[in-house]
């Protein structure tokens, strides 16, 4: 889904849209000129819990891995918030994270699951967002790829169908979605003036090193580099959205490198279109999602945010 229901960054935030803008299409990181708002200690003492609220897509949910415990969004209690929260004496999780979810989510219902955004209060701790690979269309993405290799298996037929207009469409995908997941960022901020809040890029779905494996993963052979990057592209935008918005960006693109959908099932965190562990098709498992916890529980270790 790409949905278009929150409106652009308002002109006196111009200025950040160009940086995201420049960054994505590989121009130097401007992450230096912000300054982020100072740390907030989230109550990690021995005379309080801490507030917790996960929000999130599918990624965050875990669908399909055991045990599901919201058949609504497909969450599991072996998510990465369901980790992190074991992890920390204390934490008290409400993971509102859901399925399908886009930045739209965070304001709206999604079946039974009410506004993301209705769990942040005033005496939230931290907060955890992993959101914007629905706003670009990771599933459409995905299901025209696998479809499109067919007419070259050796070629980038994917690649030429989102370049067809002269310019990359995903790429303009990525700069859209920037201030939807900004507008995200300022409302958990008022909401929670306190807490600390990270934002969680998204894993290393296909080789990093540009290889492929079909039929496994039926991608044709030169889309394989082109969707690496698109993902990066697409972490990139959320690493600088956070700088630029008094948030923590977690990397759990480097912690899963080499264990992405291409490899043996022993070795894989994230599933291929055909999972063999349970978890959706192209979603991390139970492997995937404890990595992805061990990078939050990393970043939750520093004291210092740059």
Not at 23 to 49: E, I, K, Q
Not at 268 to 286: D, F, G, M, T, Y
Request: hydrophobic residues 35%.
């Amino acid at each position: 889904m790409n949905r278009e229901t929150h409106p652009a960054a308002s002109a006196h935030h111009r200025g950040r849209a160009v940086a995201v803008a420049a960054a994505v299409s590989g121009c130097a990181l401007v992450v230096a000129s912000a300054a982020p708002a100072a740390a907030h200690d989230s109550g990690h003492g021995h005379d309080r819990t801490t507030q917790y609220v996960a929000l999130g897509d599918s990624y965050t949910s875990g669908p399909y891995i055991p045990t599901q415990v919201d058949a609504n969004c497909a969450r599991s209690d072996h998510n990465y918030p369901s980790v992190v929260t074991a992890d920390q004496k204390g934490t008290v999780l409400t993971d509102v994270s859901c399925s399908g979810a886009t930045t739209a989510e965070m304001w709206q219902a999604q079946g039974t699951n009410p506004p993301q955004l209705d769990a942040v209060q005033r005496d939230t701790d931290l907060v955890t967002v992993q959101i914007g690979g629905n706003d670009i269309g990771f599933s459409t993405i995905i299901g025209t790829c696998a479809k499109l290799s067919a007419t070259d298996l050796t070629g980038n037929p994917c690649q030429r169908y989102y370049n067809s207009s002269g310019v990359d469409q995903l790429v303009l995908n990525i700069l859209n979605t920037a201030p939807k997941v900004t507008k995200v960022l300022r409302a958990v901020h008022k909401k929670a003036p306190h807490a600390r809040v990270l934002v969680v890029g998204y894993p290393d779905l296909l080789p990093d090193d540009g290889s492929g494996c079909y039929p496994s993963v039926p991608f044709a052979a030169k889309d394989f580099p082109y969707l690496r990057d698109t993902g990066k592209r697409l972490n990139l935008m959320l690493r600088l959205v956070a700088a630029l918005n008094g948030a923590e960006y977690v990397d759990t693109y480097g912690p899963t490198v080499g264990h992405d959908m291409c490899k043996a099932p022993a070795d894989r965190w994230i599933e291929p279109l055909q999972p063999a562990s349970p978890a959706a098709p192209a979603h991390p498992n139970a492997k995937g999602e404890a990595a992805m916890a061990g990078a939050v529980l990393k970043r939750l270790d520093r004291r210092h945010r740059y």
